[in-house]
Every structure is written in C-alpha cells, then in structure tokens.
C-alpha cells in the first residue's frame, strides 16, 4: 500500500500544493504549503493498514482543508513555533566578564554563614536544584529544603542589588 501512496504524492505533489496553497490564502493563515502535503503523507502512511487505493486522494485532499481549516492541528502548532522570533544573544566568549562574574559569586559567598555556603555549594556548584533533591541529600523534608533554597536565593538578589 506505502508504493501506491508514494505514487500518488508523487504524481499529485504539485496539485496538492497548489490546493494547498489555495486554502492557505483562503484562511488567511501563516503555514507553509509543503509542511501540509507532508503532515498529509505521513498520516495517510500511518493509516495504510485500513486504506484502499480509492480511498488516498479523498484522504489526503480532506487531511489537508482539515490541517489548514483546524487551529489546533499538529501542522498549526509546529507552524506557530517555528514562526516564533528567537532572541539570541550574539556576544563573542568573554572571558573578563567570567572572570568578573566568578569573582562576584565568590564575593556572595564570602557574605554567606555556615550552613548557607554549604546549601550554596549543592545547589549551585553542584547543580542540585530541585527542592526533592536537596531534601534528600541532606536528609530533610521538602517544605524545609524549599525555605532554605527561598532564603539563599533572597539572599543571592540582595546581594546583586546592593
């Protein structure tokens, strides 16, 4: 059944564009044409245990009104993602800023008593960071772990202000 799919798509490829893209204008939607014809494909493949040869064009033609017509379809979520703008921060590795970033921390820490520079040395240095996890490695409850986290992050912000 795949090669009598892969021979219609490949036949009707440009035809379902176009109908496609047609739908498109037509919604007013910001959806790429192609990635419609192949959430299409996929879904007719992953059906081709129930399908007949009749049955591909009807399928694949009302699979892609419904992926366009629909908003909350897989094709309109990846289509919303990758429209999305992603800021990124295009700055060369600094290694003075590093520098005066470690120099900065340690200058917390020196700020810091006893039992809030260990609890800092798990949780940032060592990279334990959920309140679960930081109960169990010192052997207490949660809710504790967490006024504890709360109380060396209060303390980090201040720090930061000042």
């Not at 910001?30 to 081709?48: G, L, P, R, T």
């Not at 120099?103 to 040395?121: A, K, P, Q, S, Y």
Request: hydrophobic fraction near 40%; charge should be negative; glycine fraction near 2%.
């Amino acid at each position: 059944m795949k090669e009598l799919i892969d021979k219609y798509f490949i036949e009707n490829y440009t035809k379902l564009v176009s109908l496609a893209d047609a739908k498109i204008n037509m919604m007013n939607k910001q959806i790429e044409a192609a990635s419609v014809v192949s959430s299409a494909y996929i879904y007719i493949v992953s059906k081709s245990d129930n399908l007949t040869q009749k049955e591909i064009a009807p399928l694949a033609i009302g699979f892609i009104c419904m992926e366009i017509s629909l908003y909350n379809t897989k094709t309109n979520r990846k289509e919303q993602v990758r429209g999305s703008e992603i800021d990124f921060i295009d700055e060369p590795f600094n290694q003075e800023s590093d520098l005066i970033l470690n120099l900065d921390i340690e200058g917390f820490v020196n700020t810091l008593d006893r039992l809030d520079t260990i609890l800092w040395d798990v949780y940032y240095v060592r990279g334990i960071q959920t309140k679960r996890d930081i109960a169990e490695h010192f052997n207490i409850d949660p809710s504790s772990a967490l006024i504890y986290i709360n109380r060396v992050k209060e303390k980090y912000r201040e720090y930061v202000k000042s």
